[in-house]
């Protein structure tokens, strides 16, 4: 691929796109069939994926383009009903990509998984008697799941906590053991779960209590990833408005998300938007992540934004976001979704850690591309001309006469399906 810039993309057929995508990414014919499909998740294979299935639930599938990461161009798929996403994506990743790209990076890949035990006769001496057994304890996982080891992961570390331990506390005491494991490129929820698991006997033993619950958790707070951007103000000039105006105004709204919760959860959902969306499509557990960000923006014991964005002694506006990627590139929904199979494809990352760092790009993006809305002309004029062309197929209009319509309802700034459908009887007189 020689670059994720396509002017134009927008203005291209369906048809159009496609074959620019295959001529970029050599996909092969039956590669390619599996966008035009309308079944492309086959019932045969949705049966097998959960329980009690009745038919699938597509969701539209858009390219975020202009995406320059570390040096490295990415056309990142997104599956996401909401219009003005994608399109934000790719105009924030546009300005991004002209002052030099975004930057990320990641820590390791460790994941946790959790036992719980109660009833032990004396907790500070089961918590010790667990720290003493780690190098067993360790080993014993890693012979749970040897294939993991053989890859290059594996049990590394392990820590012991006592819970409700004042005398204040409402609920009774417990010991919770977290055991430290590098999935490697996998999400590892088997993984972990098989571990901690293979474990319990051994753990009641030693800590001479009762186990109860030995599961992974979703706080992934040591696998995380981040992105940042440096942006110079003549590349925000919107309009009317100065770079500095903008920039400026992006800084005061991250402020506002940063020190007042029913602000943060409405703007970390427009993180969200970006995030989830490459989630979807690339065949992992957006709703891990989900749990996991919103987890992460509490750390500091109150509810605050994801982002952060200031402005360096140049003027520059910083953009930066780091937050939890419990993600993987193989196993799970990836091996066996057509259409993630393809996502993957598309996005090239070689690695987990690698598409944990496209990722978070993109919600960074998102979240500047909603903030420089907002601070501008208001969020409405680009959503919901975006949104005139669903108004318009809600209220019937078919083929060439959706965008026709989608124009008119623009036009007369009443962008709702009661007007649409007075426009679709017109049309058809």
Not at 188 to 212: H, R
Not at 237 to 262: I, L, M
């Amino acid at each position: 691929m020689k670059s994720s810039r396509i002017p134009g993309f927008y203005k291209k057929t369906v048809e159009e796109r496609r074959e620019l995508l295959q001529e970029a990414l050599n996909f092969s014919d039956d590669e390619l069939s599996a966008l035009f499909s309308e079944d492309a998740l086959p019932i045969e294979t949705a049966d097998k994926m959960i329980e009690n299935v009745i038919g699938t639930f597509p969701l539209p599938l858009g390219l975020g383009l202009n995406f320059l990461i570390n040096g490295k161009d990415y056309i990142i798929p997104m599956a996401v009903e909401e219009p003005s996403i994608v399109a934000s994506a790719s105009h924030i990743a546009k300005i991004v990509r002209d002052a030099g790209g975004f930057q990320t990076e990641a820590s390791e890949r460790i994941m946790i998984g959790q036992i719980q035990v109660v009833g032990c006769e004396n907790y500070d001496s089961a918590k010790q008697a667990l720290v003493n057994a780690k190098n067993g304890l360790i080993e014993a996982a890693n012979a749970a799941y040897p294939s993991i080891v053989k890859r290059g992961g594996g049990a590394t570390d392990l820590d012991v906590r006592i819970l409700n331990d004042s005398p204040n506390s409402n609920y009774g005491k417990m010991l919770v053991l977290h055991l430290y494991i590098n999935t490697c490129d996998a999400m590892g929820a088997n993984i972990i779960n098989t571990m901690v698991e293979s474990l319990a006997p051994m753990v009641e033993d030693i800590a001479k209590g009762k186990v109860y619950l030995r599961i992974l958790s979703n706080f992934a707070d040591r696998c995380v990833a981040k992105a940042s951007c440096i942006i110079p103000p003549r590349l925000l000039e919107t309009g009317n408005y100065t770079g500095e105006e903008v920039r400026d105004g992006v800084v005061h709204a991250f402020e506002f998300a940063d020190s007042d919760p029913y602000r943060a959860v409405t703007h970390n959902k427009g993180i969200m938007n970006g995030i989830d969306p490459v989630v979807i499509a690339s065949g992992n557990d957006w709703r891990a992540v989900e749990a996991g960000a919103h987890a992460y923006a509490s750390r500091f014991g109150s509810y605050r934004s994801m982002t952060k964005w200031s402005v360096d002694e140049e003027g520059n506006l910083v953009g930066e976001l780091e937050l939890p990627m419990s993600i993987g590139i193989v196993g799970g929904a990836i091996r066996v979704h057509p259409i993630s199979q393809l996502a993957h494809k598309i996005l090239r990352t070689e690695s987990a850690s690698e598409l944990a760092q496209v990722i978070v790009a993109v919600g960074l993006a998102q979240n500047l591309g909603a903030l420089k809305a907002l601070v501008t002309d208001g969020i409405q004029k680009g959503h919901m001309a975006l949104h005139s062309r669903s108004v318009a197929i809600a209220a019937g209009a078919t083929g060439e006469m959706i965008d026709i319509i989608a124009k008119e309802l623009v036009k007369s700034k009443e962008i709702r399906v009661g007007k649409a459908i007075e426009l679709v009887e017109q049309y058809k007189q």
